[in-house]
């Protein structure tokens, strides 16, 4: 399994951006594909997830702001990103997650800033 993150960039207080991950090899619609983000000197954090089975969920922080979408044809998986905050700044990666083990992609960097 690879993933490939795109669509990071500088945007400011208020902007929207869109990121999209592809997604290639074994992959099904039960697998959890999401978003995980890496703020600056901080901890990585799961942002959103979806899959068939659970649907769409999201961190208490971007609930009402980001939106987590998926082509189950194609195997990509996206995040609108809304209202972002400097707070959002961080590397923003994509994962895929079957049975126990969980695939990471690269990251791409999300900067927001005035």
């Known amino acids: 399994v690879q993933l490939q993150a795109s669509g990071g960039g500088l945007v400011q207080p208020g902007g929207s951006l869109r990121l999209s991950c592809a997604a290639s090899g074994n992959i099904v619609s039960s697998d959890g594909m999401g978003w995980y983000r890496q703020p600056p000197g901080k901890q990585r954090e799961w942002v959103a997830g979806?899959?068939?089975?659970?649907?769409?969920n999201y961190a208490d922080f971007v609930k009402g702001r980001f939106t987590i979408s998926r082509d189950y044809a194609k195997n990509m998986v996206y995040l609108q990103m809304n209202s972002l905050k400097p707070e959002d700044t961080a590397v923003y990666y994509c994962a895929i997650s079957k049975g126990s083990y969980t695939y990471w992609g690269q990251g791409t960097q999300v900067t927001v800033s005035s």
């Open positions: 979806i899959s068939s089975g659970a649907g769409a």
